[in-house]
């Protein structure tokens, strides 16, 4: 049933093999990114093809709605390992607009196990009421959300204890906000980003 997906595997291993025979020899010993990339499992969203780096150059984290809740033991492993193992240097929190993580937060609908996962969302346009129904447009209201999220995150990751002991031991480390547009494929920068602990409170939500 999948020949199709494996067929496609080995004319993307001749296709890169092709253009640089060594490839696969320098991936295989090891890899050392620069980047912890925190985004959206939305498959319309492909982390390294966004921003053009190659397999190796941008270490991975996805999940529902791009959340970096610090109870979740799998988001603060890779987020450990990111900093203290491959000691990256720039931590990207990335959502996008029109995320159907962010609506399915506040639609009212009933989904299951998400709704739980998808809870600190309901916060975030809680403490924003005012400001997002005072938007006319759904889409815009909507579109807001999604970057309030992301900006709540870059919060949850710059207060975690691995990212601020690493700035105590010196370590140059910045977290971004950024939000991608499905309609052209560009990145806003949200220009939220916190490089050391003095930073943070320029960007924490009420």
Known sequence: ??????????????????????FFRRLE??????YLWIGCSDSRVPANEIVGL???????????????PPQDANYLSVLQF???????????VVGHYGCGGVR??????????????LHPIRETYAAHRAELEGLDAEKD??????????????QNVATDVFVQD??????????????????????????????NPAEVDAVLLA
């Open 166 to 195: 690493a700035w105590t031991r010196g370590a140059p480390l910045s977290v971004h906000g950024w939000c991608y547009r499905l309609s052209n494929g560009l990145i806003q920068d949200l220009n939220v980003t916190v490089s």
């Open 1 to 22: 049933m999948l020949d199709e997906l494996k067929a496609k595997n080995k004319l993307w291993s001749r296709t890169k093999t092709e253009v640089d025979p060594d």
């Open 82 to 92: 990111a900093v203290d193992v491959m000691k990256v240097k720039h931590i990207m």
């Open 141 to 154: 209201r909507w579109d807001r959300l999604c970057e309030l999220n992301v900006i709540r995150q870059v």
């Open 104 to 117: 399915a937060a506040v639609d009212g609908k009933r989904r299951g196990l998400v709704d739980h996962w």
């Open 54 to 68: 190659d397999p190796g150059e941008l270490f991975v984290h996805r999940n529902v709605a791009n959340l970096a």
């Open 29 to 34: 010993n090891q890899q050392s990114p620069e």
